[in-house]
């Protein structure tokens, strides 16, 4: 903490956010938009919504987030709609549980749209302003303090600081203190933090050189165009035409084997294996240097050069993040094909900063020590903008919602992505900078990136965030869903010779019995298109409709099994636990597991079955206890 004595009371909030990232806007936006008197701080304008690493949102797991960010009255969706520059629809040759939206964004336009956006919000301030001191009552939030001497009353404080908090970066031997590419770092807070018994550790990550678009020879390249038709990530947009949009290529390219004799060579002089780096990296974004450390019979590597935006030629050569030196990089980034001549305008570099433990947070991000108080983003151990946004939205309404005394919003494992997120993190915690990805969630089939809408509006509406008209269209686009599933099952065809010869056409065998074309669909073979033929008097249902009606229809069995799954599922999450319960009272539970559910005081005893340590027999017991009512006091 900063010791100066000029502090002054500036004023008195409802909630203040610290940080303006992608975490921080959309608290701010949320709580605002929920009619609480709002105040977002930043060490700097110029890092709102700032994407220091790759310029594109979305991708496998990461797409669902941003939709069903969306599909809650969030605002990442509704503004990279406006500012992408180029759109695909990614793993389209898996099943729809992992079709996930990727985009490239300009983010030049995508930090100017989401600022306005904070500018133009009712209830909400905006303050350039570096946080130093967090203070508390009584266990619960009064006011937070900057280094340039304001004081902010508060009934809620959200921390979403991201990758700033004691921000260090390190190319090779030199380092730092700084947040990303130059802004200032937040190197005070840190201190309250501890003081308040929060455990702070060392997270890193890293991102590649940024290079001269004129400097590439893109004819050594391969071209990456965007999708033909583009899908909007927000619902709001749905059914849009953005045929105008003219998409900018993106262009794949490989590293060379000299590529891997030049980083081999100087392994020792990388922050991570010179071992003068403390941070743990995320595995799912690697460097190129771990790359060739992982992957020793690899000798060569996939790398993609993407736009950064309309308004720059500085280009993002994905696949190549590195914390080698300067004059290292300079030789390396010459060896991957087309870029024999390449100018780098930033250099590569690694970042490090203080994370927190979220098994400290209830499901609410809401501290378990600290009453109002609230975590979200890159500070609560994961890695990318649309965890970050997802975080910050469930910060934002919860912390509003307690403030109106109304009951919390808490997403689980069945409902989102988000959901999975914030349960990993607040159950499990993380050892490294925490990635989505669609394997981390047993429901996907379910939880697919088409259907957030009808899983979340309904929530998005009661906490207020989704206009009452948005929601009712909602409930239009879902009984007409249903309606039309009924309908195909009501149509049977019977094995006629006219209509078994339109079958063979169609590359499926005659009929034999008669058959709905609910059934038919289900045939690998045949889709809810291609059965049109059959189908005259059918209800002319918007596309986006149409794949929902066909998945359903074609997964009907996979879906069927999953609910039951997450029926048994939700009866554990309904066992509540008690908030500060001294389980060392309970017999029969072993000593580790009295242990792990003291330090992580589990909400439910089906969070409490996910902490690593606690066996099903320790579950049992609980249970029992709970039905005797020996947990209750
Ligand atoms: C070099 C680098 C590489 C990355 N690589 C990847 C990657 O490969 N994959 C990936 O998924 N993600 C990557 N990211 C992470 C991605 O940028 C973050 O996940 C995302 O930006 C986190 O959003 P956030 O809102 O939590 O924080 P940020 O976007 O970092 O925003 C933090 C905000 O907090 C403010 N702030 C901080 N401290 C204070 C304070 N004390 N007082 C006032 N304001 C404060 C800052 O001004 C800023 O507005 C990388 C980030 C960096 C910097």
């Known amino acids: 903490m900063l010791e100066n004595n000029y502090k002054y009371k500036a004023g008195s909030y409802d909630v203040v956010v610290v940080g303006a990232g992608h975490a921080g806007c959309e608290a701010g936006l949320a709580s605002a938009r929920m009619g609480l008197k709002t105040l977002i701080l930043t060490t700097s304008m110029e890092s709102v919504a700032d994407m220091p690493c790759n310029p594109n949102i979305g991708g496998t797991g990461k797409g669902h987030i941003v939709r069903e960010v969306d599909a809650l009255g969030g605002q990442m969706a509704i503004n990279i709609d406006k500012t992408f520059i180029q759109s695909r629809m990614l793993n389209t040759s898996k099943g729809p549980a992992v079709h996930s939206l990727r985009v490239q964004a300009d983010k030049v336009k995508y930090h100017q749209v989401?600022?306005?956006?904070?500018?133009?919000?009712?209830?909400?301030?905006?303050?350039?302003?570096?946080?130093?001191?967090?203070?508390?009552?009584?266990?619960?939030?009064?006011?937070?303090?900057?280094?340039?001497?304001?004081?902010?009353?508060?009934?809620?404080?959200?921390?979403?600081?991201?990758?700033?908090?004691?921000?260090?970066?390190?190319?090779?031997?030199?380092?730092?203190?700084?947040?990303?590419?130059?802004?200032?770092?937040?190197?005070?807070?840190?201190?309250?933090?501890?003081?308040?018994?929060?455990?702070?550790?060392?997270?890193?990550?890293?991102?590649?050189?940024?290079?001269?678009?004129?400097?590439v020879h893109f004819d050594k390249t391969e071209v990456q165009k965007g999708d033909r038709e583009v899908i909007p990530f927000s619902f709001l947009n749905e059914g849009e035409d953005f045929s105008h949009i003219k998409q900018e290529n993106c262009y794949l390219t490989y590293t060379s084997e000299k590529t891997k004799e030049i980083i081999m060579d100087n392994l020792d002089r990388s922050p991570i294996y010179g071992g003068f780096i403390k941070g743990v990296g995320p595995r799912y974004c690697p460097s190129i240097e771990d790359k060739m450390v992982r992957f020793p019979d690899r000798d060569i590597h996939q790398v993609f050069i993407e736009p950064e935006s309309l308004s720059t030629d500085e280009m993002?050569?994905?696949?190549?993040?590195?914390?080698?030196?300067?004059?290292?990089?300079?030789?390396?980034?010459?060896?991957?094909?087309?870029?024999?001549?390449?100018?780098?305008?930033?250099?590569?570099?690694?970042?490090?900063?203080?994370?927190?433990?979220?098994?400290?947070?209830?499901?609410?991000?809401?501290?378990?020590d600290y009453e109002g108080l609230y975590f979200a983003g890159q500070i609560n151990g994961s890695s990318g903008y649309e965890e970050a946004a997802g975080q910050g939205l469930i910060a934002g309404i919860n912390a509003g919602l307690k403030i109106k005394g109304e009951d919390p919003l808490i997403l689980d494992r069945s409902d989102a992505y988000i959901g999975v997120l914030i349960d990993d993190l607040t159950t499990k915690g993380t050892k490294e900078p925490y990635r989505m990805m669609t394997s981390r969630c047993e429901y996907r089939l379910t939880m697919r990136q088409d259907n957030a809408d009808l899983r979340l509006t309904e929530k998005g509406y009661r906490v207020g965030l989704v206009s009452k008209e948005r929601?009712?269209?909602?409930?239009?686009?879902?009984?007409?869903?249903?309606?039309?599933?009924?309908?195909?099952?009501?149509?049977?065809?019977?094995?006629?010779d006219e209509t078994n010869k339109v079958l063979e056409e169609l590359g499926t065998s005659p009929l034999k019995n008669a058959l709905?074309?609910?059934?038919?669909?289900?045939?690998?073979?045949?889709?809810?298109?291609?059965?049109?033929?059959?189908?005259?008097?059918?209800?002319?249902?918007?596309?986006?409709?149409?794949?929902?009606?066909?998945?359903?229809?074609?997964?009907?069995?996979?879906?069927?099994?999953?609910?039951?799954?997450?029926?048994?599922?939700?009866?554990?999450?309904?066992?509540?636990?008690?908030?500060?319960?001294?389980?060392?009272?309970?017999?029969?539970?072993?000593?580790?597991?009295?242990?792990?559910?003291?330090?992580?005081?589990p909400e439910s005893v089906g969070q409490?079955?996910?902490?690593s340590g606690v066996s099903p027999a320790d579950i049992n017991v609980l249970l029992i206890r709970l039905k005797t009512g020996e947990l209750d006091g």
């Open 471 to 496: 929601y009712e269209k909602t409930l239009g686009k879902k009984e007409a869903i249903e309606n039309e599933i009924q309908r195909l099952k009501n149509i049977i065809l019977t094995p006629k």
């Open 114 to 215: 989401m600022k306005k956006t904070l500018e133009d919000q009712e209830n909400l301030d905006l303050f350039e302003q570096e946080v130093d001191k967090i203070n508390y009552k009584d266990g619960k939030i009064v006011s937070c303090e900057t280094i340039q001497g304001a004081i902010f009353d508060t009934k809620a404080l959200i921390i979403a600081t991201g990758t700033y908090l004691n921000g260090k970066i390190l190319i090779g031997e030199f380092e730092k203190t700084s947040g990303p590419h130059g802004l200032q770092a937040a190197t005070y807070l840190s201190d309250s933090l501890e003081e308040m018994g929060f455990k702070l550790r060392r997270f890193k990550t890293g991102t590649p050189a940024r290079i001269d678009r004129k400097s």
């Open 516 to 601: 709905s074309l609910y059934d038919l669909i289900k045939r690998p073979e045949l889709t809810y298109e291609s059965l049109r033929i059959f189908d005259e008097n059918r209800p002319d249902l918007p596309r986006f409709q149409q794949i929902q009606v066909q998945t359903e229809i074609k997964y009907e069995g996979y879906i069927r099994k999953q609910m039951a799954d997450i029926d048994k599922f939700k009866k554990l999450e309904e066992h509540k636990l008690p908030k500060n319960y001294d389980y060392s009272k309970i017999l029969g539970l072993k000593k580790e597991s009295v242990e792990k559910l003291n330090e992580i005081k």
């Open 608 to 611: 409490a079955s996910r902490i």
């Open 316 to 368: 993002y050569v994905q696949g190549v993040s590195s914390s080698l030196p300067q004059e290292v990089q300079m030789d390396f980034y010459k060896t991957i094909l087309g870029l024999e001549d390449v100018k780098i305008i930033r250099p590569a570099y690694a970042i490090e900063y203080d994370m927190i433990d979220t098994r400290k947070l209830y499901r609410t991000l809401e501290s378990k």
